[in-house]
């Protein structure tokens, strides 16, 4: 079951299921062909980014009933490709269903599911289960697309709206709202239904009188019946407002807000200035404001202000996600992580406008958005944000408009051509902006850096300075290349001794998301990964069926490519610390929606070598240096925003402490993880 309305970059769901993972929602950018085996009368679905075809949902009945789908999209050369074929009983539960074709990474995957005789069997590249007394609960699907969560609204409708679910937990729908759209010379009354029940927010729907799909939505795109590819600004601008109306209830119930000053006596704090711990101080907050730090004396508080006895806890700056695209699903989990600031690496500029001032006003839950402005070329692997440049013309222009929006720093992404480079980076540079990105294709990080780039994103692309002749990098060969090739590079060459001390004098900075590369090369279907691991029994039951999908990576289908890919994945861990020891400027970046996957992230530098006091600087004052934001952030120092995690251990003897945090505040504003987890289902630590 294939939710295209769930978080992009959602890696806490594994992609499927629940959650499309962040590379899923990052739609597709050309359209592919339907095969000649659909039939003519089947109903065929749009997908598409923004307003460009990207794949086809097709759905057609047998003269036996059985109802099958084809799906398919492609997104720079990933995507699933899938054929499911669903029975149904009387009463619309699926009895039967058979999944088979390839997976966003293009792993093989083949799902069965019977129930016979109130007994259910089921097998996928998770699972091999069965469960007894199944007769009424819905099958949900890893494998299916989206048809079969249209199958489920129908089923739930027809049971009065609620049903037990398998393997567990049950689902509700309601009926929110219905508009006419107009398509094929027709007009189609659609109704938004909400389910809940199978991830971590609602799942969101549009069906046509009979109950029968005709849209998702979400900013990047839809999957919308053929002929009213139109409709769809209308439909997600409606479905946006529910959902908005409900994160700002949720941030209404759990921003707790002290009315006379924030006391933390008795605290350890973390000095991200030099990396030291403070013991026993009091830190006092007025307003959003840090007031003071200072000596613990037992000093007499104002009978209004609020006092936190922090006794065997540690104060740590408010973390930083140099890298994410943010969603309100994601930007609430970040705060419940204790990331109080993020840099969004590419969204819709409409969406990030949005979400930010929803944010900034106190209607969302989320950390401070720091924005950079995405720019590509066009070409059948195009980024999925719709900002292109393939003129000198085109690329100053763009430049232009993100740096009157405010927006501090441009990503250049895959397709760009190479000779545009150092037009948009002179262009940046003279408005004051930042540049980093995807090394283009046909280029290497050197040549990249040479041409104006202040920053790489992703290992990857550091390993493929050494590939020079992979030269397409915009299609999965970015990936699975290094994956091949890195395990045998040798990185005390000459030659990577000479690329890290060129990073070094030309102050490069390198945002590696190695949480994201460690799930790339080394998850494994059926098996929990580690940046979920230590969260992974708190989930949802179908967020944690999703996980163990590995659905972020790489095929390796026999035991020698396995350990070709861990080898490799274990040099780009050795290449982090090269860099580091080499004085290159490392930030901590995820490249995911979930929050956790920060604390997985600071896990591998201190694997790596690099020691915990230097890995909270980064994730705190370094980043807040790097994009010139240190007079307000970063330290707990008086005169800044009062931006604090308060940790229930000590992250610099244990950097897995980092994982507790018992208190967030943001601006002075108290938060407590253990609410706005269990507001989406995930149980308290």
């Known amino acids: 079951m294939r939710c295209t309305d769930a978080p992009k970059h959602c890696r ?75 029975r149904l009983n009387a009463a619309g539960i699926v009895i039967a269903e058979e999944s088979n074709g390839v997976d966003y990474m293009k792993n093989p995957v083949v799902e069965n599911f019977a ?27 890893l494998n299916g697309g989206p048809e079969s969560g249209a199958l489920l609204a129908r089923a739930l409708l027809g049971k009065g709206g609620k049903l037990a679910l398998l393997p567990s937990g049950k689902a509700n729908i309601r009926k929110l709202q219905t ?42 795109g839809a999957i919308v019946r053929q002929g ?58 007025r307003g959003e404001r840090i007031a003071s730090v200072e000596e613990e004396r037992g000093q007499v508080a104002s009978a209004k202000a609020q006092v936190l006895d922090c006794a065997g806890k540690m104060a740590l700056p408010g973390l930083w996600d140099m890298h994410q695209h943010l969603w309100p699903v994601s930007a609430f989990m970040d705060v419940a992580a204790g990331i109080t600031t993020i840099r969004d690496l590419g969204n819709p500029v409409e969406q990030l406008t949005a979400l930010r001032k929803d944010i900034a006003e106190g209607r969302q839950i ?68 930042r540049v980093s990105g995807h090394v283009p294709a046909q280029m290497i990080a050197e040549q990249f850096v040479n041409d104006g780039a202040d920053e790489i994103q992703h290992i990857n692309f550091v390993m493929l300075n050494f590939m020079p002749d992979v030269t397409e990098t915009r299609t999965p060969d970015r990936f699975i290349m290094p994956g091949r090739r890195s395990a045998a590079l040798d990185l005390n060459s000459d030659k990577v001794n000479r690329f890290v001390d060129f990073l070094k004098q030309h102050k490069t900075v390198v945002d590696p998301t190695m949480a994201t590369f460690e799930a790339t090369y080394t998850d494994r279907p059926g098996k929990v990964g580690p940046m979920e691991a230590a969260m992974f029994e708190r989930m949802p039951v179908q967020i944690r069926r999703g996980i163990k999908t590995a659905s972020q990576a790489l095929p390796a289908g026999d035991a020698e ?27 901590a970046g995820t490249d995911q929606g979930n929050g956790y ?51 229930n251990g000590d992250p610099l003897r244990h950097i897995q402490d980092i994982r507790k945090v018992e208190t967030v505040i943001q601006s002075g504003n108290l938060l407590r993880p253990a609410e706005l987890y269990q507001a989406i289902g995930i149980r308290p630590h």
């Open 115 to 141: 129930l016979r005789d109130g007994q259910a069997i089921w097998k996928n590249q998770a699972e091999d289960e069965k469960a007894a007394n199944a007769g009424d609960k819905f099958y949900v699907d």
């Open 366 to 433: 989320g950390p401070r958005v720091i924005a950079a402005g995405f720019i590509d070329g066009r070409g059948p692997y195009q980024g999925p944000i719709g900002v292109f440049a393939d003129t000198p013309e085109e690329a100053l222009e763009r430049v232009k408009h993100y740096a009157e929006l405010g927006y501090v720093q441009i990503k250049i992404y895959s397709s760009m051509k190479p000779e545009l480079v150092p037009i948009i980076a002179a262009e940046a540079h003279k408005r004051g902006l």
């Open 597 to 647: 996957a920060l604390d997985r992230e600071l896990e591998i530098y201190n694997q790596a070598g690099i020691p915990a006091s230097k890995i909270l600087q980064m994730a705190t004052m370094e980043a807040a240096t790097v994009m010139k934001r240190e007079k307000e952030l970063g330290s707990i120092t008086p005169g800044k925003y009062a931006d604090i995690v308060l940790v």
């Open 12 to 86: 806490c769901a594994g992609g499927n299921c629940t959650v499309l993972s962040n590379r899923l929602r990052a739609k597709p950018n050309f359209a592919v062909t339907r095969p000649p085996d659909v039939p003519k009368n089947a109903d065929i679905r749009i997908s598409l980014t923004d307003k460009t075809p990207a794949g086809q949902d097709a759905v057609w009945k047998d003269a036996d009933g059985s109802v099958h789908e084809f799906f398919q999209f492609n997104d720079r050369g990933r995507g699933p490709k899938i054929h499911t074929m669903y």
């Open 179 to 220: 508009l006419a759209t107009l398509g094929n010379a027709t007009k189609v009354n659609a109704t938004l239904y909400e389910i809940t029940g199978l991830s971590f927010t609602p799942v969101y729907l549009w069906l046509d009188e009979a109950q029968r799909f005709f849209a998702t939505t979400n900013p990047w």
């Open 228 to 285: 009213f590819e139109e409709s769809t600004k209308t439909l997600w601008d409606t479905q946006q407002a529910v959902e908005r109306q409900r994160w700002s209830e949720l941030a209404k119930q759990f921003t707790h807000k002290p009315e006379g000053g924030l006391i933390l006596k008795n605290v350890s704090v973390f000095d991200s200035l030099t990396g030291k711990v403070l013991a026993a101080q009091r830190v006092t907050i």
């Open 561 to 587: 490519t396995d350990q070709l890919y861990r080898d490799s994945w274990a040099n780009m861990v050795r290449m982090l610390k090269k860099m580091y020891d080499g004085g290159v400027q490392v930030v």
